[in-house]
């Protein structure tokens, strides 16, 4: 069964970085490559909302408020996804969550989720 795994997050300092990692576990190469895979976050009290997305041809999506501080990229043959969070934000701490969504079916997966804080 395909997991996702998310990892580095963590408390920083405003205008601090900080690098998220995904791993999808027990996927085949083959449904990674087919997936866009994004990052979402949900900040207490607020939906959960889109940060970032990279499709299988490496298409990028971002949310406005994170255009030219993040970066998402994937590496299809470790089956990983990052998302590089620089000049941190207060308003950027929340709970980012990785998700995996193929292009073929239904599948729409997610992953426990990582804490990012960030003080000012």
């Known amino acids: 069964q395909v997991q996702l795994v998310e990892s580095g997050g963590g408390s920083v300092q405003a205008g601090g970085s900080l690098r998220l990692s995904c791993a999808a576990s027990a996927a085949s190469g083959s449904l990674f490559r087919i997936s866009t895979m994004g990052w979402y976050r949900q900040a207490p009290g607020k939906q959960r909302e889109l940060v970032a997305a990279?499709?299988?041809?490496?298409?990028?999506n971002y949310a406005d408020s994170v255009k030219g501080r993040f970066t998402i990229s994937r590496d299809n043959a470790k089956k990983m996804v990052y998302l590089q969070m620089n000049s941190l934000k207060p308003e950027d701490t929340a709970l980012y969550y990785c998700?995996?969504?193929?292009?073929?079916?239904?599948?729409?997966?997610w992953g426990q989720g990582t804490q990012v804080t960030v003080s000012s």
């Open positions: 990279i499709g299988n041809d490496v298409s990028t």
């Open positions: 998700n995996l969504r193929p292009s073929i079916g239904d599948a729409n997966l």
